[in-house]
């Protein structure tokens, strides 16, 4: 093998090792941040709060809708209210969880030695 594709490989390994020690320090960021913003939370919602200025910048607290996953349960229960068929609305709702699509993607990782 050439030394072009040596280096390749070396700085692939490099890069990759790079990244996972910054995956590690956001990970520990991220613990910290949550953290704070559950501290941050409670302050503010025992003293009845929805923000507080400071000199670098302001934090609001603020209701946010989230989508959730669907629920074999939900999804049944939304099926049957239309059809009002409980076995047909249970069939329905197994096929579309276990018609889930999956695409086959070619990846390579790297398995990094420890020192």
Request: charged letters at 40%; a positive charge.
């Amino acid at each position: 093998m050439g030394s072009d594709i040596q280096q390749t490989f070396q700085n692939y390994l490099d890069v990759h090792k790079s990244l996972s020690k910054m995956r590690k320090e956001q990970k520990e960021t991220k613990s910290l941040l949550d953290k704070l913003e559950k501290e941050i939370k409670e302050y503010m919602t025992e003293n009845d709060m929805d923000s507080i200025a400071l000199k670098d910048g302001e934090i609001i607290l603020y209701s946010k809708k989230v989508s959730q996953t669907f629920k074999k349960e939900v999804l049944m229960e939304k099926i049957n209210e239309h059809l009002k068929d409980s076995q047909e609305s249970e069939r329905l709702t197994e096929s579309i969880l276990q018609n889930k699509k999956y695409v086959l993607q070619d990846k390579i990782k790297a398995v990094i030695k420890k020192k």
